[in-house]
């Protein structure tokens, strides 16, 4: 008679040691390839810190502290300051008001160049970003929404949600306008790529000028901790903000089913988009800023590029919609929907 061998659990279970190795190679091929997801994470994701998934952007902020190292020059500050504001009008203009809401036209090659230069922000990639402001727009301040202050707490919805493995994947379902073009579907894909690109050119530029001008005063490692880490922890919650203090600070015009406000301070600090309760009574059109006195930089700027033939095609708001906020306007109380 043969004698039955008890199953050996190192045979039938893997080693604490590979479970660790194929949790790494995971994570590490997620960081390179945000559509890579285990059935297993499908399944079980829930609203809670991915401190693995997360670990880039910890590092990001971390950066920051590198400043006391490489010191301080005014041509790193002005950098600092100069790449704050071209890359938020990069994810105002572009990343929102472009693939989120389509509010101008544009051609192929134009549309990826802004593709690249938003991606320079570190705001992951355009059609994540669309998909989820698309979603928001849909759910806005209802359960479903992933960023609402009111129901899960400031903190959640200025920073808490990016950082949960349920809003990692992109929802292509959202975004199904722009599938067609592969090469904004891979920059979304590997959408560390380009960061990784600005990251270098960042420091390369600061060698050439600590060699060629070094009347400056900075250095590659100096301009690449103010341009990378300082201006981009600084962009990131510039804009995060919108999704927060947006809809807990400022005044109502319209009478919209979210908590949406406008604040001339946000849109101080995000080129326009500070006049978030005129964008969520009417997100159509290529200006949040619906009246002259309401500062939208990003609007501003869209007019020159379409006087350059860049872009074309922005949509205005309508008529009704002025006439729903002088009626506002006059009795507040009443309901002009």
């Known amino acids: 008679m043969r004698h039955l061998r008890a199953p050996n659990m190192t045979e039938t279970q893997p080693s604490a040691f590979r479970r660790l190795l194929s949790g790494v190679f995971t994570t590490a091929r997620q960081w390179v390839d945000n559509d890579y997801c285990t059935t297993e994470e499908q399944a079980h994701a829930k609203d809670r810190v991915d401190w693995k998934r997360c670990l880039p952007f910890i590092i990001i902020h971390a950066g920051c502290f590198a400043v006391i190292w490489v010191g301080f020059s005014w041509f790193a500050l002005a950098a600092a300051v100069l790449l704050y504001f071209a890359r938020m009008f990069a994810i105002t203009a572009f990343y929102h008001r472009y693939f989120s809401h389509r509010t101008f036209r544009t051609s192929r090659f134009v549309q990826f160049i802004f593709a690249v230069w938003g991606n320079t922000a570190m705001q992951r990639g355009p059609l994540w970003w669309a998909a989820h402001h698309r979603h928001h727009h ?200």
């Open 138 to 337: 849909q759910h806005s301040d209802d359960h479903p929404d992933v960023h609402s202050p009111t129901l899960k707490g400031f903190l959640w919805s200025h920073i808490g949600w990016i950082t949960s493995p349920k809003n990692f994947p992109t929802d292509y379902s959202r975004v199904k306008d722009f599938m067609k073009h592969r090469e904004i579907v891979f920059l979304n894909r590997h959408d560390v790529l380009v960061p990784v690109l600005y990251g270098i050119s960042l420091w390369l530029i600061g060698w050439a000028l600590q060699t060629w001008a070094p009347g400056l005063g900075t250095s590659g490692a100096q301009l690449f901790v103010w341009g990378f880490f300082i201006s981009t922890v600084a962009l990131m919650h510039g804009t995060f903000f919108i999704n927060s203090l947006a809809h807990v600070f400022g005044k109502r015009r319209f009478k919209t089913e979210d908590t949406s406000r406008n604040s001339l301070f946000l849109a101080l600090l995000t080129l326009g988009e500070g006049w978030h309760n005129n964008h969520h009574r009417y997100m159509h059109s290529a200006k949040q800023g619906f009246y002259w006195w309401e500062i939208d930089v990003s609007y501003y700027m869209l007019k020159i590029f379409s006087w350059m033939g860049l872009i074309w095609d922005l949509r205005p708001v309508p008529a009704h919609i002025y006439e729903e906020a002088r009626l506002h306007a006059q009795n507040p109380d009443a309901s002009h929907r």
